[in-house]
């Protein structure tokens, strides 16, 4: 799946961009990261046009990530200034799998401009912690009339608190979203070790018309509530370098696939996605796979370009 873009309005993308202060074999690295500021920039990367409602702090760091941003072709919109830029720093085990410790502060515009947003996305942090989560919430519920809306929970428990302090948020979140992607590793800590197909059918039942489960070198699970579609996508055998941003790539190419074919944009591509089957949603999660693919085979939180992808 390489074709152009589709003609669309623009995706808002809302949440934290920070540091990954990646702690490796060789010491030290920092890279511009971020989950929703990686998915904007994987977006951007693939062609597709896209805002970012941001955290950003006024210092070096900050600087750095609005360059590379812009660099991207993501369009940075108003949001507060942070104190300080946020950090992650990243601890990489023996096969380049990272862990993460927080340095993040959030907040965000109580009212928000949804003008020509099509399609808006959000997750990680920025839904979670306060005083900006209540925002997001609000932000989401304010574009459900015009736009279609996606969420990575993203879950992080060293910032999060324990799994009964988010549940209920993360599952709010879910039911006002249309397309919904966790990773396996989300789900376990979530729920206790519950099967992920029982997780999936759960979150279908709250509302989203797309739940996609990723779960590393396994592939990715497809489950589609309304028709009762469900597919299991074997992933690509991978040179891992790190798997920093591996996922954030993953849900950058799951919606530039849906929004070229015409599944995410406007109300009306919220009913065609509803009605959509598996074999119509496969190709938007093997663009997925694809660029987590490339992703993890790069240090830090590379995106592809479509030329990547094609290559």
């Known amino acids: 799946m390489t074709s152009e873009p589709a003609a669309a309005a623009r995706t ?15 010491g030290p690295a920092e890279h511009v ?6 998915v904007a920039m994987g977006l951007a990367q693939l062609g597709h046009p896209v805002d970012f409602l941001t955290h950003l702090g006024a210092d070096a760091r900050g600087r750095r990530i609005a360059d590379q941003l812009l660099q991207t072709g993501v369009r940075l919109a ?3 200034t942070a104190a300080r830029t946020s950090t992650a720093t990243a601890r990489l085990d023996a096969e380049g799998v990272a862990t993460y410790d927080f340095d ?12 020509g947003t099509g399609h808006l996305h959000t997750g990680s942090v920025a839904a979670t912690l306060e005083p900006g989560a209540s925002h997001v ?14 969420y990575d929970p993203n879950l992080r428990p060293s910032i999060m608190g324990a ?3 988010v549940r209920s948020r993360v599952e709010e ?54 028709t009762g579609g469900q597919d299991l996508v074997p992933a690509a055998a991978a040179q891992v370098v790190d798997t920093v941003g591996a996922g954030d790539s993953f849900m950058a190419g799951l919606l530039s696939g849906l929004l070229d074919a015409g599944y995410l ?12 089957r598996a074999e119509d949603i496969r190709p938007a999660v093997d663009r997925a796979g694809a660029c987590a693919h490339w992703t993890i085979e790069r240090a830090g939180a590379a995106a592809p370009t479509r030329s990547d992808l094609a290559s």
């Open 12 to 26: 808002l993308v809302v949440g934290e961009s920070l540091i990954d202060v990646v702690l490796g074999p060789e």
């Open 33 to 38: 990261g971020g989950s929703p500021a990686n």
């Open 78 to 80: 108003h949001g507060r």
């Open 104 to 115: 993040l502060a959030w907040d965000l515009p109580a009212a928000v401009d949804l003008t």
């Open 137 to 150: 919430l609000e932000t989401l519920q304010a574009a459900r009339a015009t736009a279609t809306l996606s």
């Open 163 to 165: 799994p009964h302090d």
């Open 173 to 226: 979140l879910i039911g006002w979203s249309d397309v919904v992607k966790a990773s396996d590793e989300d789900v376990t800590w979530l729920y206790d070790g519950a099967p992920v197909e029982q997780v999936a059918h759960l979150w279908g039942r709250l509302g989203p018309s797309v739940v996609v489960i990723t779960r590393g070198p396994a592939g990715a699970l497809l489950h589609l509530p309304a």
């Open 265 to 276: 944009g406007d109300p009306g591509a919220r009913d065609r996605l509803r009605r959509a």
